[in-house]
Nanobody
Framework: QVQLVESGGGLVQPGGSLRLSCAAS????????MGWYRQSPGKQRELVAT???????NYADSVKGRFTISRDNTKSAVYLQMNSLTPEDTAVYYC?????????WGQGAQVTVSS
């Protein structure tokens, strides 16, 4: 059984913060690179942030300095702390696991930034 489940999405005002969580099965999480991606209507799915099994991170330029990705290996969970949110951050956010030839995706969590 392979499963990724996102939570923590919702509606937030510009300048606000949200924290997304991704609960992963051991199969999806172990020695995997974990990542967050997002997709807005009419746009391609794009990288937000990734973190390797050793804790090395990288971020899209558009979120650098505002978002932080982290992982808890004891809980098989990945998090995305999002600060200083703008309407351009509105999207469905997806959790991804990748190792070797395999990749797994969650169902997505809606994040809406609006007044």
């Amino acid at each position: 059984q392979v499963q990724l489940v996102e939570s923590g999405g919702g509606l937030v005002q510009p300048g606000g913060s949200l924290r997304l969580s991704c609960a992963a099965s051991e199969t999806a999480f172990r020695i995997s690179t974990m990542g967050w991606y997002r997709q807005s209507p009419g746009k391609q799915r794009e990288l937000v942030a990734t973190i390797t099994s050793l804790g090395i991170t990288n971020y899209a330029d558009s979120v650098k300095g505002r978002f932080t990705i982290s992982r808890d290996n004891t809980k098989s969970a990945v998090y995305l702390q999002m600060n200083s949110l703008t309407p351009e951050d509105t999207a469905v956010y997806y959790c991804r696991s990748a190792r070797g030839k395999y990749e797994y995706w969650g169902q997505g969590a809606q994040v809406t930034v609006s007044s």
